[in-house]
């Protein structure tokens, strides 16, 4: 067969590929975001967002357990301060906590400085209540920074999972040292597939659960294929919902009954993905943060 991802690693117990159900609990960080000034008037649109924590989170935690899986959910500081239950009780059934900043801010548009601080009250959320510090970081709304890698190498995380580059880990390095990167992409996050919220002006037609997972289904057969990474953006208020959550049962038997795939955190992935360069097993590619250090010139412009 055509192989059409080059250069995968190998995977534990000679699995064909990585699988991780990777959830961003933004409950109402959004709301709080977006809306400061009319929050508290915002109570539809904060029930529909609060209905992650509350009730989705729970259920996904229930099928992990059926499955006898542990996996991973990204979640903003301020939620788990404000939800300190049900992410304690994830934390405590083996799922890793990761860093989705402090109230789900679009750090390119702060201050070096205001990234810093962000970065840092995430940190101290998720380590007091769970007694762990994060290792694994996805930016919020997917504005990774210029700073970014910077700061989380300097606050010591072993993976970003932000990025878009690979179908398979590899490395994204800057002046200040280098880091494993877990790509993911748009085809796996849920938002494009179920979110029709006025609020948000994100007004697409919803999609039936089995349309929706033909191309979540398809991103696993090509990633079992190629000996790829398959790691979702997916949102407990959006797939947590019964339907989509029954969906999501149906998927994880056929990803079991085709084989050969590793279910793991996120964390587990970095650090098996670590072992393997370290023992010098396995190259990876790698890239260099920013791209671009300044705005190309454009040597002609549209009539306006
Ligand atoms: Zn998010």
Redesign the pocket.
């Known amino acids: 067969m055509l192989q059409l991802i080059e250069n995968p690693p190998t995977w534990p117990n000679g699995a064909r590929c990585a699988v991780c159900f990777a959830y961003?609990m933004?409950a109402e960080s959004l709301l709080h975001l977006y809306y400061p000034e009319d929050s508290m008037r915002r109570i539809t649109l904060s029930s529909a967002l609060r209905y992650g924590p509350r009730i989705a989170m729970p259920r996904i935690m229930r099928i992990w357990k059926h499955f006898d899986i542990r996996q991973t959910v990204?979640v903003p500081g301020w939620c788990v301060e404000t939800y300190p239950d049900v992410v304690r009780m994830l934390a405590d059934e083996g799922h890793e906590i990761g860093h989705?900043g402090w109230l789900?801010e679009r750090v390119n548009a702060l201050t070096p400085e205001g990234e810093a601080d962000v970065l840092r009250r995430g940190i101290d959320a998720i380590t007091a209540l769970t007694g762990q510090r994060p290792v694994g970081y996805r930016c919020?709304?997917g504005a990774f920074s210029p700073q970014t890698l910077d700061l989380l190498i300097a606050e010591g995380f072993r993976y970003d999972a932000s990025l878009a580059g690979d179908d398979v880990p590899y490395m994204i390095e800057s002046s200040g040292g280098r880091m494993i990167e877990l790509p993911s992409d748009h085809a796996l996050d849920d938002w494009p597939q179920y979110v029709n919220m006025r609020d948000f002006n994100h007004m697409l037609p919803i999609q039936p659960p089995d349309v929706a997972m033909r191309v979540f289904r398809s991103e696993f057969d090509a990633a079992w294929e190629g000996g790829g990474i398959w790691s979702s953006v997916w949102?407990p208020f959006v797939s947590g919902r019964p339907a989509r959550a029954a969906a999501t049962v149906e998927l994880i038997e056929y990803m079991q009954d085709r084989g050969g795939v590793w279910f793991a955190t996120m964390a587990e992935i970095a650090a098996h993905i670590d072992g393997l360069v370290s023992r010098g097993e396995w190259v990876p590619r790698s890239e260099r943060l920013p791209f671009w250090s300044e705005p190309v010139p454009q040597i002609a412009r549209p009539i306006r």
């Open positions: 961003d933004d990204y989705h789900h919020p709304s949102h």
